[in-house]
């Protein structure tokens, strides 16, 4: 298994940049993809982007063009948020899947982002 700590949360103000980073450890060569989750209390955890090994990435709609995610050497995953805005205030989580289909995602902790306006 994978294990996975999530850093760079914090408050920022509406316009404002943030990074996120996402430190992996253990058996990280079974690491097929590795994505952002957001969660509000009370609502789902969402995807907010993700990355595949072969570099492909996808957003969701509500972060398209303002959020970029990328990967360093398989151990790192970045999320680098621009233009934040109040509604992007949730805890970010990161997520490693794996090639074998019977293997659940793996989760971190969490880090918080709050942006005001």
């Known amino acids: 298994q994978v294990q996975l700590v999530e850093s760079g949360g914090g408050t920022v103000n509406a316009g404002e940049s943030l990074r996120l980073t996402c430190a992996a450890s253990?058996?990280?060569?079974?690491?097929?993809?590795m994505a952002w989750y957001r969660q509000t209390p009370g609502k789902a955890r969402d995807l907010v982007a993700r990355?595949?090994?072969?570099?492909?990435s996808k957003f969701s709609d509500s972060v398209k063009g303002r959020f970029d995610i990328s990967r360093e050497n398989a151990a790192k995953l970045y999320l680098l948020m621009n233009r934040l805005k109040p509604e992007d205030t949730a805890v970010y989580y990161c997520?490693?899947?794996?090639?074998?289909?019977?293997?659940?995602?793996?989760w971190g902790q969490g880090t918080q982002v709050t942006v005001s306006s």
């Open positions: 253990g058996k990280i060569s079974t690491i097929q993809a």
């Open positions: 990355i595949d090994s072969g570099g492909a």
């Open positions: 997520a490693a899947e794996y090639a074998d289909p019977e293997v659940g995602r793996s």
